[in-house]
């Protein structure tokens, strides 16, 4: 079972060697498990792997179809791998304005997942369309935190109000937006939303 899960990462890392035809039989195990158990991130990453092993011209189709598929749920990292490669091969084939979308889309997974080596990845491909890319939170963010902030972080990133904060942590609500208001520059983000992505 590991060897089909690691399947992918062969595929991806054969293609890179331009070692391909020593993963065909790799992908072939995967594509027919991924088909066998009908997930649709299991499909969308058979069909990443094909795109990677295929020719370059029938590559783009696969990869649309692989980040259609990846929207019905599932498997974020995975996701986010597809749109990143995805993105690679549209500014490469140097249609950089539509490699900006899938791109932008793999660094905001990956920067909410803390994946930092996949997010400079994605960071410096979108850069590369010429599309400047904000800086992702610094690694330890949460670390630099209070024991309390993030308490009320967590919280606040979950969605719950600073009334029902207070109540759980059996503070008053103006000492939850104290911690808040404490954080935010901390993390370097500037409203729940935001914060919701980070955490």
């Not at 498997?75 to 490669?85: G, H, N, Q, S, V």
């Not at 960071?123 to 308490?151: F, V």
């Amino acid at each position: 079972m590991s060897a089909v899960c690691a399947a992918p990462d062969l595929v991806e890392a054969a293609v890179r060697v331009e070692a391909a035809d020593r993963a065909v039989g790799a992908y072939a195990r995967f594509a027919a498990w991924a088909e066998a158990g009908r997930q649709p991130w299991a499909r969308a990453v058979a069909l990443r792997c094909r795109a990677l092993l295929g020719p370059d011209g029938e590559a783009g189709e696969h990869y649309a179809h692989a980040v259609r598929l990846h929207r019905r749920g599932g498997r974020p990292f995975e996701r986010a791998r597809t749109e990143l490669l995805y993105g690679e091969w549209l500014r490469r084939a140097r249609r950089r304005a539509e490699a900006r979308s899938p791109l932008r889309s793999a660094l905001e997974i990956f920067d909410r997942l803390g994946a930092t080596p996949w997010a400079g990845r994605a960071r410096a491909e979108l850069r590369a369309t010429g599309e400047s890319a904000p800086d992702g939170p610094p690694a330890d963010a949460l670390a630099a935190l209070t024991p309390q902030e993030l308490q009320v972080v967590r919280l606040a990133a979950a969605g719950v109000s600073n009334r029902d904060i207070a109540a759980q942590l059996f503070l008053s609500h103006r000492t939850v937006e104290y911690h808040l208001y404490k954080a935010y520059p901390k993390l370097g983000v500037a409203s729940r939303q935001e914060l919701a992505r980070l955490v």
